[in-house]
């Protein structure tokens, strides 16, 4: 009589790890002993973020805009962040997750901000192009009173 005892000493190539069965392969890579490299290996998606600089025309700047702490500058931001994001929706920009104001200054009220992305390298170019044609065909509104 035979007898045949698995190999248990396997060598997992490529990170890999032998279970007791079989190589357990990292993501990219394939075969009995993770020796193969799949074709495509695609990066993980970044956080990245666009600085904008937007104008409210038809509100007046208050020192109290520049103070973060202030219950008129909690307010504005809420309000800003609502109306934005209706600008930036995840139709017209899958990646957006988000926005953050850098700075509110006077001149009616200028807003710099960063709009916070969840994108791959590659399509951020074309991203910030399309933000920019959104923006610059974009007119709000509003007359919420938050």
Known sequence: MVLFYPEI????????????IKCICGENFY???CEFIVNEIRPDKLRT???????????KFSQD??????????????RF?????LVYT????????GLEIISISNGSI?????????TYAEEYDSIVNEIAT???????????NA
């Open 49 to 59: 973020a666009v600085n904008i600089t937007v104008k409210v025309w038809n509100e």
């Open 31 to 33: 075969g009995s002993r």
């Open 9 to 20: 000493d396997a060598q997992c190539n490529n990170n890999g790890y032998y279970d007791g």
């Open 65 to 78: 805009l520049g103070k973060k702490s202030s219950e008129t500058y909690v307010k504005f931001e809420r």
């Open 90 to 97: 995840k139709e017209k920009i899958p990646s957006f997750e």
């Open 134 to 144: 959104i923006l610059k065909n974009t007119n709000c509104t509003s007359y919420i």
């Open 110 to 118: 200028v807003i710099q901000h960063m709009v916070l992305l969840d």
């Open 81 to 85: 962040k609502q109306q934005m994001a």
